[in-house]
T-cell receptor, first 115, second 116 residues
Framework: DGGITQSPKYLFRKEGQNVTLSCEQN?????MYWYRQDPGQGLRLIYY???????QKGDIAEGYSVSREKKESFPLTVTSAQKNPTAFYLC??????????????FGNGTRLTVT | AQKITQTQPGMFVQEKEAVTLDCTYD???????LFWYKQPSSGEMIFLIY??????QNATEGRYSLNFQKARKSANLVISASQLGDSAMYFC?????????????FGSGTRLQVQP
């Protein structure tokens, strides 16, 4: 079955450590996205990529980094510069060919806790 | 200004009744798309329904319909015949096509609780 896989589901880290969240898709989608969700709030865009080896900052990119070396993969690194890293992180993908109506397909998320 | 506003943090509805979840948006683009997602307590985001800015008819998908009022910039989700499994967070989102950014901007969500 096609879909988006995020791993791990839960992640615990000590403050000051960098951590990388994995996101893999087999939907053959060109675009991939990372969102952050805090309790009781909506999703905020961290980074997105519309083509391999290219990505753009979203609304809250500070303290995060990404890479897009393969079409299928879009890992997110939460660096020690991110002041409040504890959150639920969602990866998504979409086609680029449908104009304005292609929905985002989401993974099941990674819940990161930093203490 | 908020691009997507959902003014109802929480809503209750009786099973089998209809419920409307409000969404207003703000954009200067002529071409845009509006989406609704459902997020159960497990966390996954489930796409429900889409409405394009040029669509003349309101979108419908099974028990979900979108009440699109372009002049008022509102895109309310209507769930008919509510079921217990409809209890979840619901998010309204927008894609502004003219900007070229494919990412969606989300509202803060509405928590719907369906009561037996």
């Amino acid at each position: 079955d096609g879909g988006i896989t995020q791993s791990p589901k839960y992640l615990f880290r000590k403050e000051g450590q960098n951590v990388t969240l994995s996101c893999e898709q087999n939907l053959n989608h060109d675009a991939m996205y990372w969102y952050r969700q805090d309790p009781g709030q909506g999703l905020r865009l961290i980074y997105y990529s519309q083509i391999v080896n290219d990505f753009q900052k979203g609304d809250i990119a500070e303290g995060y980094s990404v890479s897009r070396e393969k079409k299928e993969s879009f890992p997110l690194t939460v660096t020690s510069a991110q002041k409040n890293p504890t959150a639920f992180y969602l990866c998504a993908s979409s086609t680029l060919s449908d104009g304005r109506n292609s929905p985002l397909h989401f993974g099941n998320g990674t819940r990161l806790t930093v203490t | 200004a908020q691009k997507i506003t959902q003014t109802q943090p929480g809503m209750f509805v009786q099973e089998k009744e209809a419920v409307t979840l409000d969404c207003t948006y703000d954009t200067s683009d002529q071409s845009y798309g509006l989406f609704w997602y459902k997020q159960p307590s497990s966390g996954e985001m489930i796409f429900l329904i889409y409405q394009g800015s040029y669509d003349e008819q309101n979108a419908t998908e099974g028990r979900y319909s979108l009440n699109f009022q372009k002049a008022r910039k509102s895109a309310n989700l209507v769930i008919s015949a509510s079921q217990l499994g409809d209890s979840a967070m619901y998010f309204c989102a927008m894609r502004e096509v003219d900007t070229g950014r494919r990412a969606l901007t989300f509202g803060s969500g509405t928590r719907l609780q369906v009561q037996p």
